[in-house]
Every structure is written in C-alpha cells, then in structure tokens.
C-alpha cells in the first residue's frame, strides 16, 4: 500500500446492479426460447415430420407457428404435447420481448448518450448496447486494456503435468460480455467503441 501497488476495486451501485439483473434475465429467456425451439423441431424428426423449407431457420414467422399448431396427429396425446410446448413458446416470446423493450427503454432515458454512440457502431444493435451498459456501466473508468481482460480477449497460457504448454484466449471473463462483444461485434468493434465513448 505504501508503494502504491494496491488498487480500488469498483463496485457497482444499486442502480446498475438491477439493470444488470433484468439484462440477464432477457438473455436467460433467450437461451429458453432456444431450447423450446430445439425440444420442438425434436419432437418432429422423432416422430419422421418433416419441417417445410421455407420454416427451416432460427427465425420463427407467425406463419410456422400456425402449421405447428395445425398439424394432424394421429392420437390426440401428439396434439396435446405439441400445443403445450407451442404455449410455453409463446409465452417466452413475448416475456422477451417485453424485457428487452423494457430494457431499451432504460438505457435510452438513463444512458441516453452512450447508448447512442454504442449504437452507432456498426454490428451493436440496441440489446447489445444494452448489455454492455449493463454489465460495465460507465465503460470510460476501464483502459483498453482493462476492458479486454473483463472480456477475455487476453492470452492464456495453460500447463498440463507433462509440461506440455498452449496458449489460447484467457477463460477468465464475463461471460455474458464475451457472448455479446466477441461474437456478435467482432474485437475491432470491441476497442472501437471504447474509444467512442471515451472520446464522446
């Protein structure tokens, strides 16, 4: 401490804590929605129901929806299993829906100057923005740097008994940053608008 070698630790205010908290239950729905998908297209190749082309994709129109729900069963049993999970579908459509407008909206009222510049930068759309807000809050405090140790995009070096050594990208991260930044984004996007907001 004499040295100047210890450094504050930042802790995050009540107020950002629960914005963190309804950005990650838009993004815990996101991942039922998947698995509700996943269950359902299941069910049809087990039961040899081939899935129309033009529904063969990630985004489920109204139109998929309906010929799920119109399908012939032979034994109302398939009906009532296929209408439930359609119900469950629903329901976590629209709960995620309203969360990530209910998250938008936050941002745009209490973050309303970095949630635009982070916008404006291509490949951030407004959860992602959201996300980030969220998660860092004021992204001015951290360095390029720092800011890439919070995503992960430092090296890692591992070492098995052998002595065998690989490096690779540091598995220490927040998970759901990495998720939205070094996915969605791309890194160059990632350092683009820390300088952004930085300048901004």
Known sequence: MQKGNLHSVFIPLGEQEQLRSLFRRSNHLVKQLRTIKNYIKSLLLYYGI????????A???????????????KFSTGISTMQSQLKQLE???YEELHIS????????????????????????????????????????????????????????????????????????????????????????NCFAGIIFLKCG
């Open 101 to 188: 407008n209910e998250l938008r909206a936050y941002c745009r009222k209490h973050y309303k100057k970095d949630y635009y510049l982070l916008k404006s930068i291509p490949g951030i759309g407004g959860i992602t923005a959201s996300g980030i807000l969220a998660e860092l809050g004021d992204i001015r405090k951290f360095n390029s740097l720092e800011f890439a140790a919070i995503v992960g995009l430092v090296p890692g070096i591992y070492q098995s008994s052998d002595k065998k050594i690989s490096l690779g990208l540091s598995k220490r991260r927040n998970g759901y940053l990495r998720s939205l930044i070094g996915i969605d984004t791309g890194i160059n």
């Open 50 to 57: 081939p899935l129309p082309e033009e529904f063969d994709n």
């Open 91 to 93: 329901f976590l459509w």
């Open 59 to 73: 985004n489920w129109s109204h139109g998929m929806k309906k010929w799920l729900s119109d399908l012939k069963w």
